[in-house]
């Protein structure tokens, strides 16, 4: 009886351990760029690791590398945070955390709730068992973490500084944009949003990036009101 | 450069934010899930917060750097091109621009 539960949780692990494969292909080189940025940028070493453990959010890691150099006020990197990683909340909709039972893995699992962790799930109609979410959501942590370190121990190999590295980050948002952009229906906040930030700009130069996101989040509200109103909602 | 204290305040912050916005959801799901803003922001929100992103860093590159906008818009062509003709293969994407960029930036 317990050597039949202990074989199948080591099953399910191992199930865990190949779901993360194919994401973990792309998280661990994308690691190892993140720890180089960081010591490039002249942050100490150690705060690739904590940022992979405080925030285990790649996009924004990478965001906070040159936020953090710019000694950006508290409250932007605050705001920022917030609406970087906002779409964590529609993944709580389909995210099968009821397999796990235990509180701790419970907490754990919802800590690293990561997209990768969000689109493995949700592409897979396979029955989730807490030990295979677990272990494929721990072993994510894993490439993350260590392709964090890697790059802090490659920097080393390099010469002291490669002018232009830190353009990785923009050119990755051009990327996420654009696969964010397939459908028509996504024209309209992306006008709204270069409305935005092209007031922000404009009007508060020194602080465009807090200022866009608040008017571009004002602007999607004042569109629901308006859509509303008009009843062309489509609930 | 930034002070240690500094380092750690965003670290507490981007802990806090980044955990509440995961757990939350969770103890408000039901509400949540027939909030119809909740939906239509879902939709809504990312492609346009993404593209802000894209031109913040894309404007903190040129004016921090040289100045010079041809390897900054060289790079983001090379990106886009490869994006869309190399069948979305982000690491791929992102490993050519950047290359594109620092190759120009080096040579000029």
């Given amino acids: ?235 | 450069m930034p002070e240690t204290p500094y380092i750690l305040a965003v670290l507490a912050i981007v802990f806090t934010v980044t955990l509440a916005l995961r757990a939350l959801p969770f103890a408000a799901l039901r509400t949540l899930r027939e909030s119809v803003l909740v939906r239509k922001l879902s939709v809504w929100m990312p492609v346009g917060i993404l593209g802000i992103l894209a031109v913040s860093t894309l404007r903190t590159t040129l004016t921090a750097g040289s100045g010079n906008a041809l390897p900054a818009a060289v790079a983001v062509a090379v990106t886009a091109a490869a994006h869309l003709l190399g069948g979305r293969r982000t690491l791929l994407s992102v490993g050519l621009g950047t290359l594109a960029y620092v190759v120009l930036e080096n040579l000029f």
């Avoid at chain 1, 936020?67 to 993944?91: C, E, G, K």
Wanted: with cysteine; charged share 10%; hydrophobic share 60%.
């Fill in chain 1, 1 to 235: 009886m317990r050597a039949s539960r202990i074989s199948s949780a080591r099953r399910e692990i191992a199930a865990g351990l190949r779901d993360s494969l194919a994401a973990g292909l792309g998280m661990f080189p994308l690691g190892i760029a993140f720890g180089l940025l960081v010591v490039q940028a002249g942050l100490p070493w150690w705060v690739a690791p904590a940022l992979s453990v405080a925030g285990f959010a790649g996009s924004l890691e990478l965001l906070l590398i040159g936020m953090m150099v710019a000694v950006t006020p508290l409250a932007t990197i605050a705001l920022t945070t917030f609406l970087v990683n906002f779409r964590h909340v529609f993944y709580s909709f389909s995210f099968p955390l009821h397999v796990v039972k235990n509180p701790v893995a419970k907490a754990y699992s919802v800590y690293a709730m990561i997209d990768e962790a969000y689109a493995v799930t949700a592409a897979s109609k396979e029955n989730w068992t807490g030990w295979r979410l677990i272990s494929m959501q721990l072993a994510f942590q894993a490439y993350w973490v260590g392709g964090g370190l890697a790059g802090v121990w490659a920097s080393a190999l390099l010469p002291a500084h490669v002018e232009g590295l830190e353009f990785a980050l923009c050119v990755l948002f051009v990327t996420l944009t654009l696969d964010a952009a397939r459908t028509r229906k996504q024209v309209p906040p992306l006008l709204l949003a270069a409305l935005s930030l092209g007031t922000a700009l404009v009007v508060a130069p020194d602080a465009s990036l807090f200022v866009g996101l608040v008017i571009f989040l004002v602007l999607l509200i004042v569109r629901f009101v308006m859509d509303r109103r008009r009843g062309v909602l489509n609930a």
